[in-house]
Structures are given as C-alpha cells and as structure tokens.
C-alpha cells in the first residue's frame, strides 16, 4: 500500500506551515466566518465560491499543474483564528477527483477532508473523513472512514502501525455529500462527531501535543473534489 504521506509531501506541508507563524496578530475575540470575506493562508491551493448541493461553498482547488499529484496535502489556514479549546463545527463535502484511480488499495487516499486545529508553525492536529471508505465491502477498509493524526511526529501511518484502529473508526458516510462534523476539544481530549449524532464517532483521550493552542484550518489533499461550508467555532470561556 503507498504511504498517503510520502516524506518528501510531509517535508513539504511542514515548512510551508511553518509560515503561519505563531507570533503573528490574532483576533481571537472576533467571530470567525466563511464567505467572501473570509482571509486565507492557502498551502498547495487555490480557493473559489461556488453553489454546490444547494449551498455557497468554499471550493479548494489545486494549483495549476499540480492537479494529478498524488499525495499533496491542501490547507486553507485562518490566520485571524486562535483556537484552544471549546467546538469546531462545519460541514464539509468530499469525493475522489475524476482523474484518480480506482483501485481498492488507494481507496482510503482519495476523498480525504477536515479539518485541522492548533496549527503552530510545524505543528497541526487534523480530524478528517474518508467518504469513500464507508460503504466499501471490505470491513477493514470501512473501519478506516474517520482519522485523526498530528503532524509532524505523529502520521496516520505510526498512529496505525503503533495502535491500530485506535485513532481511526467507522461511521456511515457518503461521497460527494455534505457532511456535519463537530470537534470538541478539552485539553488533551477530542471528540469527532458526524451529522448530528448524539455520540461521537471517534475519541481521542491524548492529543499528541498536549494542552495546546493555534490556528484553525480547512484540510483536504489534491487528490478530493473538496467543498466547505457553514463554519463556526465556540471558543471554551
């Protein structure tokens, strides 16, 4: 199975995090929102409004030539978000390019998107879904619809290697779809809930850099037809 971060893509998203730098002007008080107005520190992307399913989406597109990369990650940093603990909501839809192939053992590669939080410098903690896993034949491949990694130390492919199926999990999801998904974040704690559910999806009782704080970001890779919308963040008191 190819490494959905080859190390030379990881090289590449950290030094170009890196320049979101921590020390720079935040806004913390003000209310964060998607739309036109919304500011970006785009990574490997490029971003348009468009109608999409009955809804004005954020669209996260590649760059010019970088269409059929591989394993290119693309963020959408919010460099007027500051963000420790409290509820990250929006609604995400995400499905396979056309252009990718359609192999089962890419499968989980392709229609990869989420959201990242505490994003600082080289540092970023990341829920994402994989729509295209969760209605596969194949039970392993459906237990790998949900993932949380941080990078740089921490990659989905050591999470899984080190502890599998502990940061990865089932839930219903369908390609291309708008998709709910709320982050609650205390502490050294996360929970992923998906469309509403009253139970969340997936835990985390150890986020791998601690009591931290930092950016918020859009995350999606070359490889998803990536669209966002409705965002809004709860800030803990």
Request: with cysteine.
């Amino acid at each position: 199975m190819n490494n959905c971060f080859t190390q030379r893509s990881l090289q590449l998203i950290l030094c170009l995090l890196a320049t979101t730098s921590v020390g720079q002007e935040t806004h913390s008080g003000a209310k964060l929102t998607l739309d036109a107005t919304t500011k970006f520190d785009l990574i490997n992307a490029d971003t348009t409004w468009v109608e999409y399913r009955g809804r004005h989406a954020l669209h996260v597109v590649p760059l010019p030539g970088h269409e059929h990369a591989m394993n290119e990650v693309m963020v959408a940093v919010l460099p007027e978000s500051e963000f420790q603990n409290g509820t990250i909501e929006l609604d995400v839809a995400g499905a396979r390019r056309q252009g990718y192939a359609t192999f089962e053992d890419e499968r989980g590669f392709k229609g990869v998107i989420g959201v990242s939080f505490h994003v600082q410098g080289q540092k970023a903690e990341t829920f994402y879904i994989r729509p295209e896993n969760a209605r596969l034949e194949n039970q392993l491949f459906r237990n790998r619809a949900t993932q949380y990694e941080s990078v740089p130390d921490f990659p989905w492919e050591r999470l899984r290697e080190e502890s599998p199926g502990v940061y990865e999990s089932y839930v219903d999801l369908e390609p291309g779809a708008w998709t709910k998904l709320r982050v609650e974040v205390s502490g050294v704690k996360a929970r992923l809930y998906v469309n509403g559910a009253a139970q969340p999806c997936l835990i985390v009782n150890d986020l791998k850099q601690g009591q931290s704080r930092g950016k918020i970001a859009l995350f999606t890779r070359v490889s998803t037809d990536a669209y966002f919308a409705n965002l809004k963040v709860d800030p803990a008191p």
